[in-house]
């Protein structure tokens, strides 16, 4: 009984608490790197999701039937499907170092820069960013209505300022019969830079 009521005087020994400082160093560790871990994937999602509802887009405008204001189709005659791809837009914002290690809070002036050329552009595609966001978009077509002719469309930024360029982008392209086909995954390189 001595020994019990001597063992509960004596507290910790110094070992035993550079122990405990040692493991709450490494949980400590392991958290902060966690978290930026989880914060740099929230924000590539913004990436993800843009592109994704870019390609939706494009491929809306797509099935679009379009003619224009001086083909204007006689009764009783017919018109071959008039089918085509918005064409290049301007990037938003237009340089990579306005979203470098920061947000950029773009403007509809931005997304309608080409609004004055008919389909042209993140204004044909009906497309816009009203939040700030971490990413440059552009918007690329190598044609606009022949069998062949794609599109990519790209987000690129640099989350943590530190020179190194992220890029995430989807394609598609007119295939046989005139159907656009857009690919069914997001190429990433650097995701969390």
Not at 74 to 82: M, N
Not at 136 to 155: I, L
């Amino acid at each position: 009984m001595r020994i019990a009521i001597k063992k509960a005087r004596e507290g910790f020994t110094l070992v035993e608490l550079m122990i405990v400082v040692a493991i709450l160093g490494v949980l400590a560790v392991l958290a902060v790197y966690g978290v930026r871990k989880y914060i740099a994937n929230s924000k590539t999602a913004e990436a993800r999701n843009s592109l994704g509802q870019i390609s939706k887009d494009a491929s809306t405008a797509y099935e679009k039937e379009s003619m224009t204001v001086s083909g204007i189709l006689a009764q009783g005659s017919a018109s071959a499907t008039l089918r085509q791809l918005c064409t290049t837009a301007t990037s938003v914002p237009t340089s990579v170092t306005s979203v470098k290690g920061q947000k950029y809070q773009s403007s509809p002036g931005d997304w309608n820069a080409d609004s004055a050329t008919p389909g042209k552009g993140f204004s044909c595609l009906k497309y816009s960013i009203d939040q700030p966001q971490y990413y440059m978009y552009s918007y690329k077509t190598s044609g606009s209505s022949a069998q062949g002719d794609s599109f990519t469309a790209t987000a690129n930024g640099d989350l943590n300022g530190d020179g190194t360029t992220s890029s995430f982008s989807v394609a598609g392209s007119i295939g046989a019969g005139m159907v656009l086909n857009v690919a069914p995954t997001i190429s990433e390189a650097n995701p969390e830079e």
